[in-house]
């Protein structure tokens, strides 16, 4: 090697094959091959070890003189610091993976195991499709490509208030989600993550007031209700029929699989159940005509291989809302299907029911030591509610002209 002459480009143009090392710049140097290509390299020993740096930057002239000494630079100041720049390079590697996509893969396979917050209990698949349906509406579309470790608290705060523009709910479900998002890639349950602050550790104070939902559907408004879902088409119809005859929740009625259905009892298994306690409910003769399917699915979807999807029987529940706003005359409060959940609640005294009956066609769990010693099903009290449930709408249903439009079996007793 020569080392006292300077490396200038007309030296690096003229040179064919060979090695010249830079005399101005410690460890570069440029080699030379018979075809002429000239590649700059690195070579030199790290601090306190016997260990020899070895690095490639690329060919000349694509990386010129002073490109190659700022690079060659960068490492002897490493080095004389006493750092390997190949860790360096390897955590900066290591950063740039961590996208806000990459740790919510591994946030969801935490969830999965039980492992995704504090709670340490496997979720329901209902708990982990929301969690899901968050990221992909609100989080993924924003933050999926940044790094985690550059998501500040102010870009979270951003999402929540825009959110909170359109649905304040929403906006409360999206802060909380993040929190446990963020707290758990800042903690030793994501330490893989090894994320240092939890941007998300202050969202709570952005909650916005929620009042309590106390909306039901009275007499007038079911036979309303019954008049507009007759115009639906016959799956969306035979579902909202559900919703309002077994008070079940919107997940359990969309979701369910027709071999939950046998001998006029219809099981929904623990998985798909708030509160992880499977639910039986005896249906009558109309109910039993709504959950036969020829399909896997009592409701499939005429698109994909499964049932179908949310977004379709909202549309549904939003045309219903309309029919009923024009058969009344007048504007009419917005309901969600939950609502139809409470308006069976609601009717139970009237139909002379006792409350604990009522509770149990809910399906909701019993409080105290009740919840440890008391396993009676109730069934036979909840057959007869869900008979006498079934033909009170009935007989709404003949008042209102559209029993026909139903196919509804003669109540019992007539």
């Known amino acids: 090697m020569k080392y006292n002459a300077p490396l200038s480009p007309g030296r690096l143009d003229s040179l064919i094959e060979g090695r010249l090392a830079d005399p101005q710049t410690p460890g570069l140097f440029v080699d030379a091959n018979r075809r002429g290509r000239r590649t700059w390299r690195y070579r030199r020993r790290l601090a306190f070890s016997d260990d020899i740096l070895r690095l490639t930057l690329g060919l000349y002239p694509t990386f010129t003189l002073a490109n190659a000494r700022e690079w060659a630079g960068g490492l002897n100041a490493q080095i004389e610091a006493g750092i390997d720049p190949r860790a360096v390079a390897r955590a900066e590697a290591e950063r740039t993976r961590l996208t806000v996509a990459y740790a919510h893969d591994r946030y969801m396979i935490a969830v999965r195991e039980g492992r995704g917050s504090r709670a340490r209990k496997i979720n ?26 550059d998501v500040t608290e102010d870009d979270l705060t951003k999402l929540v208030l825009a959110k909170g523009e359109i649905s304040k709910v929403r906006a409360n479900r999206l802060a909380n989600e993040l929190k ?10 994501g330490k893989e993550i090894n994320l240092p602050t939890n941007p998300a550790a202050r969202l709570a104070d952005l909650k916005f007031p929620e009042a309590p939902r106390n909306r039901k559907l009275n007499l007038e408004e079911i036979g309303w209700y019954l008049r507009a879902v007759a115009l639906e088409p016959l799956h ?9 005859l077994t008070a079940a929740r919107i997940s359990e009625v969309i979701y369910a699989r027709s071999n939950e259905y046998e001998d006029g009892v219809w099981v929904i298994p623990a998985d798909r159940v708030k509160n992880g306690k499977s639910h039986r409910i005896p249906l009558g003769p109309w109910g039993q005509s709504l959950v036969k399917s020829e399909s896997e699915w009592m409701f499939p979807s005429n698109r994909t291989d499964g049932p179908r999807a949310p977004r379709g029987w909202y549309k549904a529940r939003d045309r219903v809302w309309l029919r009923m706003t024009e058969l009344a005359g007048q504007p009419i409060p917005k309901w969600n299907p939950h609502d139809l959940r409470r308006t069976a ?13 009522a509770e149990a066609m809910l399906n909701h769990a019993k409080g105290g030591l009740a919840r440890i010693y008391d396993g009676y099903e109730m069934e036979e009290e909840k057959r007869t509610w869900f008979q006498k ?26």
């Open 345 to 357: 609640r609601s009717n139970t005294r009237r139909l002379e029911t006792d409350s604990e009956t």
């Open 180 to 189: 446990v998002f963020f707290g758990w890639a800042a903690s030793l349950r």
């Open 236 to 244: 969306y119809k035979r579902g909202m029929l559900l919703w309002l």
């Open 124 to 149: 329901k698949p209902r708990t982990i499709a929301d969690k899901l349906a968050i990221y992909t509406c609100d989080i993924e579309p924003v933050l999926a490509d940044r790094l985690i470790l």
């Open 389 to 414: 449930w079934e033909n009170e709408i009935a007989r709404i249903a003949i008042e209102q002209g559209v029993a026909e439009a139903f196919g509804i079996p003669l109540p019992e007793g007539t």
